[in-house]
């Protein structure tokens, strides 16, 4: 059993940046494969990045080159490090964690989930 809580989310401008971070309970965190997702209001929960747990890692084109994901298994954190934001990427973002492999882009292939955090970029 994993619990994931996400934090890091918040408002800023085009062009700037935000670093999530997503905290995970249990020992045998560094054995999950960990991804980000994020949802905008009426639309379907979308694959944004994932990193296995020997840090390959996984990203969506639109985010490509301006978003990192990375982790830290000492401190039991995944991270996304999100820059040159666009308004477009204004969603609720969601971490989620799989034991296995972390190249399912489906988020019905994920087996648990944080709360989600809010991010609005303004243009």
């Known amino acids: 059993q994993v619990q994931l809580v996400e934090s890091g989310g918040g408002l800023v401008q085009t062009g700037g940046s935000l670093r999530l971070s997503c905290a995970a309970s249990?020992?045998?965190?560094?054995?999950?494969?960990v991804a980000w997702f994020r949802q905008a209001p009426m639309k379907e929960r979308e694959f944004v990045a994932a990193?296995?747990?020997?840090?390959?890692?996984y990203y969506v084109d639109s985010v490509k080159g301006r978003f990192t994901i990375s982790r830290d298994n000492a401190k039991n954190t995944v991270y996304l490090q999100m820059n040159s934001l666009k308004p477009e990427d204004t969603a609720v973002y969601y971490c989620a964690a799989r034991p296995g492999g972390a190249y399912f882009r489906s988020y019905r292939e994920w087996n648990y989930w944080g709360r989600g955090t809010q991010v609005t970029v303004s243009s």
């Open positions: 990193i296995s747990k020997i840090a390959v890692t």
């Open positions: 249990g020992s045998t965190f560094s054995t999950y494969a």
